[in-house]
């Protein structure tokens, strides 16, 4: 599975957007990126995940970039319950192998009044 | 609420002692993962259950061992337990299909705690 890349922190202002980076410049052709985030000791809560194209659900949006190399997780409207630390993971493909998640120390992120 | 149940939610037990935890999948979920997540080691994968059949191991140390049963919930065993056992563990559950991806949702946790 791929190695990522995530900055340890970052701040953001409640009501803005939060944009969060995540470099997997190994990320083989088939491999999709997913996106993590823990609220203080919560089970890690499954947020969106992409493969080329670019994705929204009600959460989040996820860019990837042409060459796949990096993505961009972004809340549009950051609240005070989105401060969590948010992991970026590119799993294994299903197989016979397993998929596990490799969690990585991740991006803490603190919305701020 | 993600649908993976986990119980009990916290475990207070004595070193030396053996305590079970309990993971109900999602409905139609074929794998179930547990994970543990202690304080210097961050989230570290232990095991993958697919159908009834072991999958995939981690980090797992052999005092440690899990099962999927029929029904596909599954339980971590955790015997002769140290003081670094202490940890929450997570259960997460997917339905692994045949091709394409497979998204894991965890369940809220059991936090151990050895004495």
């Known amino acids: 599975d791929a190695k990522t890349t995530q900055p340890p922190s970052m701040d953001c202002a409640e009501g803005r957007a939060a944009n969060l980076p995540c470099n997997h410049s190994?990320?083989?052709?088939?491999?999709?990126v997913y996106w993590y985030r823990q609220i203080h000791s919560q089970g890690p809560q499954y947020i969106i995940h992409?493969?080329?194209n670019n994705e929204t659900n009600e959460m989040a949006s996820l860019i990837i970039t042409e060459d796949r190399k990096s993505s961009t997780l972004i809340l549009p409207h950051a609240t005070l319950r989105d401060t969590a630390v948010y992991y970026c993971?590119?799993?294994?493909?299903?197989?016979?192998?397993?998929?596990?998640?490799?969690f990585g120390g991740g991006t803490r992120l603190m919305v701020k009044p | 609420d993600s649908g993976v149940t986990q119980t009990p939610k916290h475990l207070i037990t004595a070193t030396g002692q053996r305590v079970t935890l309990r993971c109900s999948p999602r409905?139609?979920?074929?794998?179930v993962y547990w994970y543990q997540q202690s304080l210097d080691q961050g989230l570290q994968f232990l095991i993958q259950?697919?159908?009834?059949?072991?999958?995939a191991k981690g980090n797992i140390l052999e005092r440690f061992s899990a099962q999927q049963f029929p029904d596909l919930h599954s339980e971590l065993n955790l015997s002769s337990l140290e003081l670094g056992d202490s940890a929450l563990y997570f259960c997460?559950?997917?339905?692994?299909?045949?091709?394409?991806?497979?998204?894991?949702?965890f369940g809220p946790g059991t936090r151990l705690t050895v004495l």
């Open positions: 997460a559950s997917s339905p692994t299909p045949a091709s394409g991806t497979d998204t894991q949702y």
């Open positions: 190994t990320i083989s052709g088939n491999e999709y």
């Open positions: 992409g493969l080329k």
């Open positions: 993971i590119v799993p294994p493909l299903p197989g016979n192998a397993g998929n596990m998640l490799t």
């Open positions: 409905s139609g979920d074929l794998s």
């Open positions: 259950y697919y159908n009834g059949e072991e999958r």
